[in-house]
């Protein structure tokens, strides 16, 4: 091979995060993991400079961008569009692609094809998907063709129907028990990172001691590997109270918001646009048609 794109330079690879896990023995919090979601080209190039080690096209995208109720409907062109938009914007961080609901759930050729179409055509350097024992063979099948897989594992929002809702997961010993074999099972099976979503801290700390590949959470509290946040949640641009474990950073929506109320002041009472915001004719030109006028 004589180009290696991408790489170096602080370039984040695969190989790179599961060292993290083996170095936080020593120094816990310096080497946690950041990850954020984005779903566009000019967050993802803002986030990738400010130095987030993973950047996720969530399939949140579905109902933070798109504004579907649930991600059920997400497809998975829709998912590529994103993704490819992000790739555009991002070149430190580990781009990963989230699966939507639908594209790995039947047959495991057809799920091979699905995943490759987003290293392929949409430049993501691995995949996530959601679930544990069950998608044992999926991970296996993938991470031998090739493709680095997150697990996801604890509340998994594509089984909402399943679960009858949005719950933290794991509150009972053997449904804790169930989480943690789930999370075995996605280590087992190959993937090199599980996002740990909605659960006891208490059981996420337990899973992160007992797998060798890192955990990130959300909503799982401190004592995981890494961090996750949809982005939205972060920056107050959802329309709705963010969840529990959901720190506000900003609140765009509202800076949002007052541009475009003053925008439509200013319009509305003449003082946009000025005349330093106006092209004007050249002098030139105004001289030729006084000419013109004065014969
Ligand atoms: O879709 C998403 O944003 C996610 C994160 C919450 C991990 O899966």
Redesign the pocket.
């Known amino acids: 091979m004589s180009i290696l794109p991408r790489q170096g330079g602080g370039k984040i690879t695969v190989p790179e995060l599961l060292q993290r896990k083996n170095l936080a023995a020593d120094s816990p919090n310096q080497n946690k993991i950041t990850c954020l979601?984005a779903y566009d080209y000019p967050t993802a190039h803002l986030m990738d400079e400010a130095g987030v080690d993973v950047v996720?096209v969530?399939?949140?995208?579905g109902m933070v961008m798109l504004g579907y109720d649930s991600?059920l409907p997400l497809t998975l062109e829709e998912a590529l569009h994103h993704t490819k938009a992000v790739r555009r914007g991002v070149r430190r961080a580990l781009l990963v692609a989230?699966m939507p609901y639908g594209s790995y759930h039947g047959d495991l050729n057809e799920s091979l094809r699905n995943a490759m179409r987003f290293v392929k055509e949409a430049g993501a350097e691995a995949v996530?998907i959601?679930g544990g024992e069950r998608r044992l063979e999926l991970i296996s099948r993938l991470t031998e063709a090739e493709i680095p897989v997150m697990g996801?594992v604890g509340l998994t929002?594509q089984s909402v129907n399943a679960l009858g809702g949005y719950r933290v997961q794991g509150k009972t010993p053997a449904a804790a028990e169930q989480v943690l074999r789930d999370a075995r099972a996605v280590e087992a099976a190959g993937a090199f990172a599980i996002?740990l979503?909605a659960m006891p801290r208490e059981l996420a700390a337990e899973i992160t001691r007992s797998v060798s590949i890192p955990t990130?959470g959300?909503g799982a509290g401190p004592d995981c590997d890494g961090q996750?946040l949809?982005l939205h949640d972060m920056l107050g641009l959802t329309f709705q109270e963010p969840p529990k474990f959901a720190r506000r950073y900003a609140n765009i929506g509202e800076t949002i918001s007052q541009a475009v109320r003053q925008y439509c002041e200013d319009v509305q009472s003449g003082q946009f646009p000025t005349d330093a915001e106006s092209y004007h004719t050249p002098a030139s030109v105004k001289s030729r048609k006084a000419i013109a006028i004065a014969r």
């Open positions: 979601t996720l969530g399939d949140s995208v991600t989230d996530k959601e996801h929002p996002v979503e990130i959300i996750v949809v």
